[in-house]
């Protein structure tokens, strides 16, 4: 069954750093999602990205995070500056078409800001 | 802005069933889902309802009612392995889903 890839599974990160999570999406997905969760909360939603750009984003993304399709398989969310509630796992997800077969969502990352 | 409710925790014995309830209230529909996640674990999808009425899949069972904004999630003969968090999420048509806090479920021997 296809799946969606994130690495890496686990990051620690010192406050003020810059981390790149990474995601290689379905292949024949075309909408690609970034979601967190903060330990003990609810999953949230951050971003998804359709056709090289973003689609819809959440007023947790702000200045701070960036995502990029840098070649046809990765799909990364770079958090610059990093805070110390910024620590999530963060999961990534695809689906095609926009939802009416599911979205797949990844293992995900669990970062750890210190 | 979008509102999912669900209780939050809920106990059953093994071999019994239990019903997971969600209420919503979203700007749009595009169907709703229900995820299993265990702990420290991606969400794991289970099922998806757009229309109302029942949809069974095994022991699993999802029910959607469109105008009362509500939906089920049935799970028949508990097994251990079913002690999770079931998580509600809607559609809403905006290329996104959104969740509720989850229901941990505990199935107890």
């Known amino acids: 069954e296809p799946e969606v890839t994130q690495t890496p599974s686990h990051q620690v990160t010192q406050m003020g750093q810059e981390v790149i999570l990474r995601c290689v999406p379905i292949s024949n997905h075309l909408y690609f999602y970034w979601y967190r969760q903060i330990l003990g909360q609810k999953v949230e939603f951050l971003v998804s990205?359709?056709?090289?750009?973003?689609?819809?984003k959440s007023e947790i993304f702000d200045d701070q995070f960036s995502v990029e399709r840098p070649d046809g398989s990765n799909f990364t969310l770079k958090i610059r500056s990093t805070k110390l509630e910024d620590s999530a796992m963060y999961f990534c997800?695809?689906?095609?078409?926009?939802?009416?077969?599911?979205?797949?969502f990844g293992s995900g990352t669990r970062l750890t800001v210190v | 802005g979008q509102n999912i409710d669900q209780p939050t925790e809920m106990t059953a014995t093994e071999g019994a069933i239990v019903q997971i309830n969600c209420t919503y209230q979203t700007s749009g529909f595009n169907g709703l889902f229900w995820y299993q996640q265990h702990a420290g674990e991606a969400p794991t999808f289970l099922s998806y309802?757009?229309?109302?009425g029942l949809e069974e899949k095994g022991r699993f069972s999802s029910f959607l009612s469109r105008s009362k904004g509500y939906s089920y999630l049935l799970l028949k003969e508990l097994q251990m392995k079913d002690s999770a968090s079931y998580l509600c999420a809607v559609d809403s048509n905006d290329y996104k889903l959104s969740f509720g806090a989850g229901t941990t479920v505990t199935v107890r021997a």
């Open positions: 997800a695809s689906s095609s078409p926009q939802g009416a077969y599911g979205y797949t």
């Open positions: 309802n757009v229309l109302d």
């Open positions: 990205f359709y056709n090289n750009e973003i689609s819809e």
